[in-house]
């Protein structure tokens, strides 16, 4: 008796049918979906994630957040100190993407988990929108609780909800650079003693601590990435 066919043997040989051209364009279609990427990303990460905390008599799904956070940042931890060890300058790898196939390595899957979960099922009531870059990537906004914008450092357990890393590469933004509050429903944004300092509309710096009110198009400028509000 043969064995069953795996979805992979099947995706495969679906492919296989498809013309050198059809291939392109599915290839340029997967490339231009940066939500497809992201949720991809993500399933890889709680794949991987699964499998590491079940080598250590854990189970992922059961754990609550804060435990997850702390298994990532104890992982993380490890595998610096491992890499330390035996003199490598980079982490250790865990597994091969499935996109690049480079190697991924447990600050690569911490990123992945908290940086590309879907947003939540709050009710949207405005958005963030990166400007200067080619894809139009957005941050949803609820009308509850604060939320803090900055730079995910895991070493220190500073986990932005609105994580710019991706979109600073000259690190111009502040760990915990700004934060938008609501009140009622009108949006609030205000500088959290940045380095870099936040502006609105090119010409309004703002403040340390001073919550200024955010009306539907207002540009905001954190550090040196541009985010557009829009309610």
């Known amino acids: 008796m043969s064995d069953p066919i795996t979805v992979d043997q099947q995706l ?3 492919l296989n049918q498809l013309t050198p051209e059809h291939k392109l364009i599915l290839f340029d279609i997967l490339c231009e979906d ?3 990427l992201k949720s991809v990303r993500h399933e890889h990460a709680l794949h ?3 499998k590491l ?3 250590r008599k854990l189970n992922w799904d059961e754990m609550t957040e804060p435990e997850r956070e702390t298994f990532l940042d104890t992982l993380i931890r490890e595998n610096e100190l491992y890499s330390t060890q035996i003199g490598q300058s980079q982490f250790t790898r865990i597994s091969d993407c499935k996109l690049c196939g480079r190697g991924i390595s447990p600050t690569d899957l911490y990123k992945q988990y908290f940086g590309e979960r879907p947003p939540s099922i709050e009710t949207v009531a405005a958005r963030l929108v990166v400007l200067d870059i080619e ?3 957005q941050f949803p906004l609820t009308c509850t609780g604060d939320v803090t914008i900055g730079r995910i450092d895991p070493h220190r357990g500073i986990r932005p909800d609105v994580d710019l890393s991706t979109y600073d590469p000259a690190a111009r933004i502040s760990r915990r650079h700004a934060r938008i509050s609501v009140r009622g429903s009108q949006f609030f944004v205000e ?3 940045s380095a870099n300092g936040t502006a609105v509309n ?3 710096k703002l403040k340390p601590m001073e919550p200024f009110p955010l009306a539907n198009g207002d540009v905001i400028k954190i550090g040196d ?3 557009k509000f829009i309610a």
């Open 135 to 137: 894809s139009d990537f």
């Open 34 to 36: 940066t939500r497809m």
């Open 225 to 227: 990435t541009t985010l």
């Open 48 to 50: 991987e994630l699964r």
């Open 53 to 55: 905390t079940s080598e």
């Open 191 to 193: 500088d959290l003693g």
């Open 202 to 204: 090119g010409s309004k």
């Open 12 to 14: 495969r040989e679906w």
